[in-house]
């Protein structure tokens, strides 16, 4: 039997096992009573419910055996464990409590042992947490050596079972005990929030996410806590994180603003200087020296790309026309001098900022070497495409600066690795399929540590441990360095 999601199973006791009476007190009878069951679960034979109540109730043939108070409000999750003979409750009141199921060997008499309690609604009363959502558990997983915690607000913290602390080393090389942690926070989720767009900030020590309805926060990426947020209820196109600077982008609709993060005391101040008020906006993108700010929008009259001055604000410079449709997405070249245009129909135009001119990419004698999108027409990745068709489409594309890798989301939700370059069609060498469907966004900290994936379908935004191979990725840069020499 399932122990999650069983709720509503009424019980109306009238006849009571008349050993129940002499294991219980004369002010806890089970004589007409009338609770809720909202989940349960098997533990050695034993089935135990939690109800409405606050109790837990254990049965054994048909019958109530054990009613013990557990929480303040009522229990809506419990799991347990058989082998070990474990279970783990949630209340109302944020408190999570570990039980032992003991069993007198003569009497076989059964009860609960309550092993350890923990909160996460600290220096509050129970009866104000049952209050508040932030401390209502909603369900709890009980691992061999941790426990999940999910409240109703979409948080989810981990505990570890054992009080053990380990033994840390100081600087000057003496042994003590580490600081015991009771709980930490994994995740908090935004409910009924798609990620539009996330970014990774220039030290690479936070995560900035914009969602589509505008809400925007900032959280830690080492404990994914919640820094600072912010709703400015607008519809959002993209986020863009400086990586010289910690200034922070964000692109509506039909608004650009931009807010200087400060790390040291996490605070997010308006820049008035850098605020535009635009027509319909299809993309927006920084240079790689984040010197110009490139802004496609689309108007009654025709689409069109302004180019902005960034250094001290946003200062018009030049506007660039000749768009046969609205502007799919725009990118700089990684030597400042060319920017890519694609439209929605699929026509790829590349300007000379300097001149405005439209350049045949013919024309130019090198490589040119592009930021993010701009990597789809790249011809040193031209094999990649090899891999996708029209059923399932690239939707994200970025790669490792300074590493011969690069990391393609679909529509299937899939991210593959490839080698780069690719233009022979080589395969990708890791998949990962952890989305439910299309990639949305994905982008690789400045450190080149972690990796971040998002889909505005399944809501879910993953972290990733980047590990690289060393001897392969010297191999890669050496095979292509020789390609260049010749």
């Known amino acids: 039997m399932q122990n999650q999601g069983r709720f509503g199973l009424a019980l109306v ?21 009338y609770v809720t069951f909202l989940t349960m679960g098997w533990l050695k034979n034993t089935l135990v419910a939690s109800g409405d109540d606050g109790f837990l109730y254990l049965w054994e ?14 229990i809506f999750s419990i799991d347990t464990n058989s082998k070990v003979g474990l279970i783990v409750s949630g209340g109302m009141e944020g408190n999570v409590i570990l039980w032992r199921l003991l069993v007198e060997q003569r009497s076989n008499i059964k009860s609960l042992d309550k092993l350890k309690t923990i909160t996460i609604a600290k220096h509050m009363d129970p009866q104000q947490a049952v209050l508040n959502p932030e401390c209502n558990i909603q369900t ?15 948080t989810i913290y981990e505990t570890p ?30 409910d009924h929030e798609n990620p539009r767009s996330i970014a990774i900030d ?74 535009l008020k635009l027509n319909q906006i299809s993309d927006a993108k920084l240079n790689f020296n984040e010197k110009i700010l490139g ?74 070497e592009w930021i993010g999108e701009g990597l789809r027409s790249y011809s040193q990745l031209k094999g990649v495409h ?45 998949c990962y399929s952890d989305h439910l469907f299309s990639i949305t966004s994905c982008s690789f900290s400045p450190d080149r540590m972690y990796f971040l994936s998002s889909s505005e379908v399944d809501r879910c935004i993953f972290k990733w441990k980047v590990i690289y191979n060393a001897d392969k990725i010297k191999r890669l840069i050496a095979e292509h360095q020789g390609l260049g020499a010749v």
Not at 61 to 74: M, Q
Not at 308 to 323: I, P, Q, R, S
């Open 161 to 190: 079972i054992s009080d053990e602390q380990k033994v840390v080393k100081t600087a000057q090389g003496s042994q003590v005990l580490a600081e015991k942690v009771d709980i930490k926070r994994i995740i908090r989720c935004i």
């Open 13 to 33: 006791c009238d006849e009571i096992d008349p050993a129940l009476g002499k294991q219980v007190k004369s002010d806890e009878e089970l004589e007409n009573i």
């Open 386 to 430: 090899y891999w996708y068709s029209a059923s399932n489409k690239i939707t994200q594309i970025t790669k490792v600066h300074g590493r011969p890798i690069v990391a393609v989301g679909d529509e299937l939700g899939t991210i593959r690795l490839y080698n780069y370059p690719n233009i022979t069609g080589e395969g990708y060498y890791q």
């Open 61 to 74: 043939n048909e019958r109530i055996i054990r009613r013990l108070f557990a929480h303040e409000g009522s």
């Open 295 to 368: 802004v496609a929008t689309t108007s009654a009259a025709a689409p069109e790309v302004t180019l902005y001055d960034a250094e001290n604000g946003f200062t018009k410079m030049k506007t660039l026309y000749g768009f046969k449709s609205s502007i799919k997405y725009i990118d700089f070249s990684t030597d400042n001098y060319y920017l890519q245009c694609e439209d929605n129909l699929g026509e790829v135009i590349l300007f000379e900022i300097e001149t405005q001119r439209i350049i045949n990419s013919d024309a130019i004698d090198f490589e040119l």
């Open 202 to 275: 220039m030290r690479s020590t936070r995560i900035f996410i914009l969602t589509q309805k505008g809400f925007f926060s900032c959280w830690s990426l080492q404990t994914f806590d919640v820094i600072f947020s912010k709703n400015y209820f607008k519809n959002a196109r993209s986020l863009i994180a400086f990586k010289h600077t910690n200034k922070v982008m964000l692109v509506f609709e039909n608004e650009i603003f931009v807010v200087d993060s400060n790390p040291n005391y996490n605070t997010f101040d308006e820049l008035p200087a850098y605020t």
């Open 140 to 154: 709890v997983c009980l691992g061999y050596n941790r426990i999940i915690i999910g409240t109703r607000t979409g």
